[in-house]
């Protein structure tokens, strides 16, 4: 595959991760559906993740569960079927137990969308738990 | 199924779209993923189309086609695989060529997530075009 | 929405069950992406239980599960975007610890496509386990 | 990312892609739903294709469509989210306007996965035509 590697920046704050547009993900008007934005923006935070050393499954078989509160998106282009893109991912900020992520989707430079999440960190039983220090310590753009 | 019937209001501004959880939605929470929450957003408004007399297919079939541009949802309890839910969907506002609505979805009364989506109408060309006459005549709760 | 409700027959051996082709589900020839036809059998399955008066979330909660084995579909006729479909589908045979159901997908009597599925019934340790009492006695096509 | 590069032999028959599974794409089960298979078979199919030379966006876009007609997947073992698999794909026949093609979903060498699938070839109109004619001349295991 053309896919280019995950590439993170020198300090792991941000990353960019290659994803080709599948045909499934595609609707009647050619381009990449809605719905299939957050599923790429979810496996760019996996990879952000990753990079800094940690693995969101262990952490979901530690009981450490994060869920999506917020989600905006501002799609600009379509993307097409078969286009490879880059998921630009970045920490933005680590709270007590939230942290947020800001998003950019690219093909070659062109922007195609911007996006942003909230994600809550919960235990097994759905409360609110404080986010795993090793996240607390990843980069963060806007530190509170 | 135990699915109530899509209910619209009097004057056809709102409308509420049962829509059960299906279990490929669900993710290892064991709760709908929220991507499926798109989707759900997406056949609602279909639907209120059509309570108002017009069909998305046959619109698409004319070259009229609704693209959206931005989407927020707020994720405010988990869904579960097989809730019976409810969207209800209301045309907020219809411009020259967006169209804006605003989204709850509900289990039983209780809330389970809101969002609000901008669609940009365009022609087969992908060009914003104005939005269809009968479109504009629909009911809207905040009329520019 | 003109979804007609599900219909079991007399002994409860057979269902319909009406589904309504999502945008989403579409690609880019305009019809449904045979991905989505899987997604369609497994809600069907899942009223026929209810039907039959098992709900098959309280079977997970119970610690007993259905794995798909295996898959075949036979797509015959492409289904289109807003379709209103009918899913029949049929307990074909239930031994110790699988089940086999047939299906055929409808589009007002003009058949879409045919489809059969074998599951197998296990404990939440992945192992093979006998199909609960209540499934053996729901009546099959061709009993064993 | 840790996925290794897409890998054809030496001939062009078969390919090796690699998939990583996503979090959406699993169940409640915390596996990949049986639902996501087919859509890592076809953009298998497309490695497959680009491999030989063929790009499936520009044979669309010159009106020749590969449809799915007939779809068997036997599933042997459970894939796990973030499990890196790796889809093997081989054309096993093409005939005048159909192709079949091979799989196997491994990780690691073990076989999670065998399928099996049968494409028409149509045009725009969605009439059977002749398979093109570069893809009559790719490696088959068994050339009718």
Redesign the interface.
């Known amino acids: 595959?053309s896919?280019t590697?995950?590439n993170p920046n020198a300090d792991g704050s941000q990353i960019r991760?290659?994803v080709?547009v599948?045909?499934?993900e595609?609707?009647?008007?050619?381009v990449a559906?809605?719905?299939?934005y957050?599923?790429w923006l979810?496996?760019a935070r996996?990879?952000l993740l990753r990079a800094n050393g940690m693995?969101?499954?262990e952490q979901?078989e530690q009981g450490i569960?994060f869920?999506?509160?917020?989600?905006?998106?501002?799609?600009r282009r379509?993307a097409?079927?078969?286009d490879l893109l880059t998921i630009h991912v970045e920490l933005l900020r680590c709270g007590a137990s939230i942290v947020e992520h800001h998003y950019q989707i690219r093909r070659e430079g062109e922007l195609i969308a911007e996006a942003q999440t909230t994600l809550a960190c919960t235990g097994a039983d759905?409360r609110p738990r404080r986010v795993p220090e090793a996240m607390e310590r990843c980069p963060q753009r806007a530190p509170t």
């Open positions: 595959m896919e590697d995950i991760v290659p080709r599948r045909y499934a595609c609707d009647p008007q050619g559906h809605h719905s299939a957050p599923v979810e496996l996996t990879e693995v969101y499954r979901e569960y869920v999506v509160a917020r989600l905006n998106i501002r799609y379509p097409r079927y078969d759905g």
